[in-house]
């Protein structure tokens, strides 16, 4: 049934042309169905269960270049954060996992499905539990929004636009579809997402960090902290290339909390707790 559906879409295709346009002798039906298959296979969305896999696929990736900071107290305390702040989201039950990266670059990272970075680069440079938990919050909305996966789909179409007729590719000790969409998802982080994702999860990090009681200026503050550094220094490179440029989101953010989050104070007793967990984690 399938397949006649498929068909019937070809032909329908084929009916919205001008007559002269191509000789009905040379088309391939078959062939002309598989790709229509194809299309229609990149087009679905991922569920739950291949985007935790996919995600999985990619840290792995992600972490032969930069392993987890060998510090379990420092470790233990970024998870404490980061899943308080999970249970305030509308996927609580995500297999939500927070790490510090042994790298001195600046930069922070999240990949589908709940896995989340920051580097020691950037962890050393922030003041205050509020300033980490605004970060760990940007990072997790791009997997609340799966802005990543929509990255990887499109890049997805783009290739079968190109290459619609590679039939080479067969599975064997695997499935190559995940290899290669685990291969498109790392390549993602090199070369960042689009900007309006990275607005918006400029402006869900404000509101996720405000609901775990967290003064939401502390994602503001890390980048005043970040817009002081110099861009010419090689440890954020990387950042200052995969994002907005700071004035921007900065300038997006004081409209956001100007209208909305007024008399929000900061709060002291998590201020000391950031100072004395990683003060423990440096012993």
Known sequence: MRTKQTLLMVCLLGAALPAASFDLGKID????????????????????????????????????????????????????????????????????????????????????????FVTKGLLVRMNSEAELAGVLAHEMSHVLRKHHLQAIRKGAQAELLTDLANDAIREKGGDPRLTKLVSAGTEVYARGLDKNDEYEADRMGVVIAARG???PYGLPAVLQTLQALNPADSNVALMFKTHPALDDRLGRLDDLLASGFEGLEGQPALEARFARELAAGRK
């Open 29 to 116: 039906l078959d062939k002309a169905v598989k790709t229509v298959q194809k299309v229609q296979k990149a087009n679905t969305e991922i569920d739950e269960p291949q985007e935790i896999m996919l995600g999985d696929g990619i840290a792995s990736n992600l972490l032969g270049a930069a392993p987890l900071l060998d510090n379990p107290p420092v470790q233990r305390y970024v998870n404490r954060v980061g899943r308080w702040l999970a249970s305030q989201t509308e996927r609580p039950d995500l297999p939500w996992l927070f790490g510090v990266l042994d790298d001195n670059d600046v930069n922070a990272f999240a990949t589908p499905g709940g896995k989340v």
């Open 213 to 215: 009681g967290y003064d």
